[in-house]
């Protein structure tokens, strides 16, 4: 099975940027929605922003007019801008697959990154 391999996160100081990408480990066939989860310490993992058909977005209303979620389809990759940072980001974040086509009738639902871990701190 494919792996989600996350990069780009790392320490920031608060109002700082970063910009996490995921993108499959193998040669996959497509993916369908794509996204980016975070769970901080002892809180329950939640959506941060998702991708859809057709470039449709959600975001979490505590990120809104900070991340913006891309996404290249030609090479199946998800990016996560995140700007003005604040400490209550400091979170892993997940890269996250709704599906994953392996070939033209073959798929996997919900497939997840590693994980990156994202520390906004002065």
């Known amino acids: 099975q494919v792996q989600l391999v996350e990069s780009g996160g790392g320490l920031v100081q608060p109002g700082g940027s970063l910009r996490l990408s995921c993108a499959p480990s193998?040669?996959?066939?497509?993916?369908?929605?794509m996204g980016w989860y975070r769970q901080a310490p002892g809180k329950q993992r939640e959506l941060v922003a998702i991708i859809r058909h057709g470039a449709r977005t959600n975001y979490a209303d505590s990120v809104k007019g900070r991340f913006t979620i891309s996404r290249d389809r030609g090479e199946n990759t998800v990016y996560l801008q995140m700007n003005s940072l604040k400490p209550e980001d400091t979170a892993v974040y997940y890269c996250y697959a709704e599906r994953v086509w392996y070939s033209e009738f073959e798929s996997v639902n919900d497939s997840w990154g590693q994980g990156t871990q994202v520390t906004v701190s002065s």
């Open positions: 193998g040669s996959i066939f497509s993916i369908e929605a």
